[in-house]
């Protein structure tokens, strides 16, 4: 077995160039299908909003023809643009609009002109509406083809609006196609289903002022005068299903907003749009409007290289296995070495732990032998006394390591001490306390300490049957607070002094639970108040 020979590392290498190879060929050929998906698709967007462009364009051209037909014979109006709208057909040869109408100007409180125009074209009385505080007006004289949903644009003053008014006012000046804002039509007053829409208007500049009706003229400063708009109206829905037709249902998804990008109105939507988006411009007079189109194609575009990416991962796998055996090889015997020093440290670890804690056992075990041969009258004494606070300590060891632990709870510790000295079920019962952990050397502390209190109790307190007796604890802040309270003793105990295991007990909850305690004994009552730090506050 040769571990480190040259041969295997050679193979390695081998093994982990032609995987990185073929995972390179596998990532160029995926970016470049993404990419030729993209192209493809941004190419069938700009085919899409070139034939809205187109459409729109359509429509200007339309109304070019009907304000030219307008100039060269306003009186003739109605049935002239009736007759050339109807050879023309816009309606088949470019649909999506609305119509198209005649906005006629008049003054201020002079719509009687207007009026009978509408009259001469529709045979009916027909008011100007509504009531509006602006010097002109701009009254809708004429909508063809005629519909009765249309009917209720007749006299509508466009002027009266304030988006209809801008962009009136820029084809006013400029002389070209403008097109309105985003605003409801209203002819969708009679519309089961309202859709937004817009309009797009062509001025029709005064001709010669002779003979002519100086209330039909609007003028304004800096502009020339003029006496008519000619406009067509549209209704986004329509005119996106005019226009692109079976075509959205090859579309995944594809919005239309009135503006620059995403921020601006949303006037047209369908289908769910997908992280792809294509974004394209559309010239609507002299606005642009935002087309964004998603065909949900991501299987589309990762199907060409999927089937050699799954060969290329297959061979870096294999690559990377190979690797593995190889380098498993060489782990082996060095993990091997490095287990046999670790259990090796382990075991000096075992044995240092092992003699140190001996130790801490004998020292505690001969202070023990100590304080209490100091208290005792004799050997019966003092083997009675040993042997109980022995036992304490035992059955603190044995908690952890019968519970196979590192903490052993505070209950468990007074509760088997109390037991022992002979408490009934009902009088345990009101021993309570939340649960309160403790590592060995705290175990041990208080197992010692609570052996001492039930041990003076038999011999002179409450669990001698002189008293009552109430033991407890609880968290108070960062800390833990065990009461030992007895009362209506036959007499007050004196504490004046402590004994050699009262001093012991004392030691041991200073140093190894790094806290205090307090003794305090009146009106034939003795408490006792051991505190120390939460050694897990967050419980």
Same mark, same amino acid.
């Given at each position: 077995?040769?571990p ?5 590392? *050679?193979?390695a ?8 190879v073929?995972?390179?060929?596998t990532?160029?050929a995926?970016t470049a299908?993404?990419l ?8 069938r ?5 070139a ?5 729109l364009h359509?429509h200007v051209a339309?109304?070019k ?14 049935? &002239?643009?009736?007759?050339y ?5 816009p309606?088949v040869q470019?649909p999506?609009m ?8 008049m003054?201020?409180?002079?719509? #009687?002109?207007l009026?009978?125009?509408?009259r001469?074209?529709?045979g ?11 010097p ?6 004429? /909508?063809?083809p ?8 007749l006299g509508?003053d ?5 988006t209809r008014?801008?962009?009136m006012r820029?084809a ?11 605003v409801y039509?209203?002819q969708?007053?009679?519309?089961k289903v309202?859709?937004? &829409?817009?309009?797009i208007?062509?001025p029709?500049?005064a ?7 100086p209330?039909?003229i609007?003028?304004a400063?800096g502009?020339?005068?003029i006496?008519?708009f000619?406009?067509a109206?549209?209704r ?10 079976a075509?959205l249902?090859t579309?995944d998804?594809i919005e239309?907003?009135?503006g620059?990008?995403p921020?601006?109105?949303? /006037?047209?939507s ?10 394209q ?28 990416m ?6 870096? *796998?294999l690559?990377?296995?190979?690797h593995?055996?190889q380098?498993?090889?060489i ?7 490095e287990e ?7 075991r ?5 732990e092992? #003699?140190?804690r001996?130790?801490n056992?004998?020292a ?6 100590r304080?209490?041969l100091r ?11 040993f042997?109980?606070r022995?036992?304490a ?9 019968t ?10 510790i /007074?509760r088997r001490e109390?037991?022992l000295?002979g408490r009934?079920?009902e009088?345990?019962?009101a021993?309570?306390?939340?649960d309160v952990r *403790?590592?060995?050397e ?8 609570i052996?001492?209190? /039930? ?10 049957g ?8 609880r ?6 607070e065990?009461?030992w309270t007895e009362s209506?003793l ?5 504490i004046e002094?402590?004994s ?8 041991l909850?200073?140093r190894? *639970? ?8 009146a009106d ?9 730090p ?5 419980r």
């Amino acid at each position: 077995m040769r571990p480190n020979s040259w041969a295997d590392r *050679l193979l390695a290498l081998l093994v982990r160039f032609v995987g990185l190879v073929i995972l390179l060929a596998t990532l160029a050929a995926a970016t470049a299908s993404f990419l030729y998906n993209q192209s493809e698709e941004a190419d069938r967007a700009a085919r899409v909003a070139a034939q809205v462009n187109m459409r729109l364009h359509d429509h200007v051209a339309v109304l070019k023809g009907v304000r030219a037909l307008y100039q060269s014979d306003a009186a003739a109006s109605g049935p &002239g643009i009736r007759a050339y709208l109807a050879a023309l057909q816009p309606q088949v040869q470019a649909p999506g609009m609305e119509g198209v109408g005649i906005a006629a100007a008049m003054r201020a409180g002079t719509p #009687a002109a207007l009026e009978a125009k509408l009259r001469e074209n529709y045979g009916r009385d027909i008011k100007v509406w509504p009531t509006t505080d602006q010097p002109i007006g701009f009254a809708v004289v004429l /909508v063809e083809p005629y519909t009765p949903r249309r009917n209720a644009a007749l006299g509508f003053d466009m002027y009266s609006d304030p988006t209809r008014r801008a962009a009136m006012r820029r084809a006013w000046q400029t002389g070209q196609p403008a097109a309105s804002g985003i605003v409801y039509l209203a002819q969708e007053k009679a519309a089961k289903v309202k859709q937004p &829409g817009f309009l797009i208007y062509l001025p029709v500049y005064a001709r010669s002022p002779a003979g002519t009706n100086p209330d039909t003229i609007a003028t304004a400063r800096g502009a020339r005068p003029i006496e008519a708009f000619v406009y067509a109206p549209f209704r986004t829905d329509d005119m996106m299903k005019a226009v692109l037709g079976a075509q959205l249902d090859t579309i995944d998804g594809i919005e239309i907003y009135a503006g620059k990008g995403p921020s601006a109105p949303l /006037v047209f939507s369908k289908g769910t749009m997908g992280w792809d988006a294509q974004e394209q411009t559309l010239h609507v007079a002299d606005r642009q409007w935002t087309m964004r189109i998603s065909y949900g194609r991501l299987l589309e575009r990762l199907g060409r290289p999927f089937a050699i990416m799954i060969f290329g991962i297959a061979v870096a *796998l294999l690559a990377t296995q190979l690797h593995l055996v190889q380098r498993r090889r060489i782990d082996a015997a060095q993990a091997l070495a490095e287990e046999k020093a670790r259990h090796a440290e382990d075991r000096e670890l075992m044995i240092g732990e092992m #003699a140190h804690r001996m130790k801490n056992a004998f020292a505690r075990i001969g202070a023990l032998a100590r304080i209490t041969l100091r208290e005792s009258a004799s050997l019966e004494e003092f083997e009675a006394k040993f042997d109980g606070r022995m036992r304490a300590l035992s059955d603190a060891k044995q908690m952890l390591v019968t519970g196979a632990v590192d903490s052993v709870e505070l209950g468990q510790i /007074v509760r088997r001490e109390l037991e022992l000295a002979g408490r009934s079920p009902e009088q345990m019962a009101a021993v309570t306390g939340p649960d309160v952990r *403790l590592d060995d050397e705290g175990a041990q502390a208080l197992s010692l300490a609570i052996h001492e209190f /039930v041990t003076n109790s038999i011999k002179y307190g409450a669990l001698a049957g002189h008293g009552d007796l109430a033991v407890g604890w609880r968290r108070n802040g960062s800390d833990i607070e065990l009461s030992w309270t007895e009362s209506n003793l036959p007499e007050t105990p004196r504490i004046e002094g402590e004994s050699f295991g009262t001093q012991f007990i004392r030691t041991l909850i200073e140093r190894q *639970l790094k806290g205090s305690w307090q003794r305090s004994a009146a009106d034939h009552r003795l408490s006792i108040t051991i505190r120390w730090p939460d050694r897990d506050p967050g419980r």
